[in-house]
């Protein structure tokens, strides 16, 4: 297990940005695709629509968006950001990496930065890679996106898979916390590499290089055995959480905000009975975006926010899990 942080610098969000193009693919229009019920996705996992980029709109286009209107709340230039991260499994190519392709958009001249792998918990690794940069003195802006174009990877005939995942961004500014502030407080990770062909994209890598044969076998989708990552998800969500909780000698009843990955409203739901966390307190937003991998995180700040369950001094608690398998819990105090 990750130890305890010692920080004499800590970090904060200080803004938040998200993006999602404008298309809407519904259950609607799932049930004229694959044999699937508007009845069957809603009760077996929450989603009543996701939103899908149109042809040619790649994840850059929406991580640049978002990592915009964060500037844009955050009142500063693009030439205040130091570095920029990107959580993402569906790069616009192998490389150059999204980051450098954000950096160029945004006009973030002397930024450095890079890619991380890690599904769906690519925002919240990459949120902790970032606070390390402002912990350890050498930056004062970071800014961390969690983005993923899911349909360019999705088998739109496979009807396990294609009615779970959307389009998304999601930004935040990391930045020193002033005098009195808290920001991140703590965090455990983990990997455990022993899942990794219960939810995987065979096909395209060095093991499998795209030919005719991987297309013919559909290798280039995304793989999943729903029943086994649904069970882990929700222990080892509830199991970091606790953990991160305990050695900050907290409950889950002392956390104003869950904000958890969003990959199934049961998920969450049984999550957050574990950690005998209050319904009231517990950010779901799936219905409306589905399963955005990097993204759902910060799409749910965003919507937390809107509703106003988000506010200066609250204790929040972020759990995520994804293929790799890789779970994360973070706690911070938000702070703006
Ligand atoms: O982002 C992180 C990783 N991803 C996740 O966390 C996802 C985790 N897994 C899940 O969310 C759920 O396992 C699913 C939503 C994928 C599936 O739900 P389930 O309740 O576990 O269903 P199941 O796989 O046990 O399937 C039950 C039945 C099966 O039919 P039979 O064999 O009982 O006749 C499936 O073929 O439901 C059928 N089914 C569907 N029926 C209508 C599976 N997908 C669909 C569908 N529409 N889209």
């Not at 298309?23 to 799932?30: G, H, V």
């Not at 088998?155 to 009195?180: K, M, N, Q, S």
Request: overall charge negative; some cysteine.
């Amino acid at each position: 297990m990750t130890l305890k942080p010692r920080m004499s610098v800590r970090a904060k969000i200080s803004a938040v940005g998200t993006y999602v193009p404008p298309k809407l693919l519904t259950n609607a229009d799932l049930e004229k695709m694959v044999a699937t019920s508007d009845q069957w996705i809603q009760e077996r996992t929450g989603i009543r629509e996701r939103h899908i980029a149109g042809k040619g709109v790649a994840t850059s286009d929406l991580a640049t968006e978002a990592a915009r209107v964060c500037l844009r709340n955050r009142g500063i230039e693009a030439t205040e950001v130091e570095a920029i991260l990107v959580g993402t499994v569906t790069p616009d190519m192998f490389f150059p990496a999204t980051a450098c392709l954000v950096q160029d958009r945004l006009g973030a001249k002397g930024a450095w930065g890079f890619d991380l792998s890690a599904a769906c918990s690519g925002f919240i690794y990459a949120l902790q890679v970032g606070a390390k940069l402002i912990e350890s003195g050498a930056h004062r802006k970071v800014m961390v996106i969690g983005a993923d174009v899911m349909s360019s990877i999705l088998d739109y005939t496979d009807r396990t898979t294609c009615i779970l995942f959307g389009d998304g961004a999601g930004a935040v500014l990391l930045e020193p916390c002033e005098e009195g502030e808290v920001g991140l407080i703590d965090f455990v990770h983990e990997i455990d590499g022993s899942g990794g062909q219960s939810l995987y994209m065979p096909g395209g890598g060095s093991l499998h290089p795209t030919s005719p044969e991987t297309i013919a076998e559909r290798m280039h989708y995304v793989h999943q055995e729903g029943g086994a990552v649904f069970k882990t998800a929700v222990r080892k969500m509830a199991e970091l959480s606790e953990a991160v909780l305990e050695r900050n000698d907290l409950t889950g009843a002392e956390v104003d905000c869950f904000i958890p990955h969003q990959a199934n409203r049961r998920i969450i739901t049984a999550t957050a009975e574990r950690l005998a966390m209050p319904e009231e307190r517990v950010v779901i937003n799936i219905g409306e975006y589905g399963n955005t991998t990097g993204a759902t995180i910060p799409l749910a700040m965003a919507t937390a926010m809107e509703d106003g369950r988000l506010q200066k001094g609250k204790l929040v608690l972020l759990a995520s899990f994804g293929g790799g398998y890789t779970i994360g819990a973070t706690l911070l105090r938000w702070e703006f």
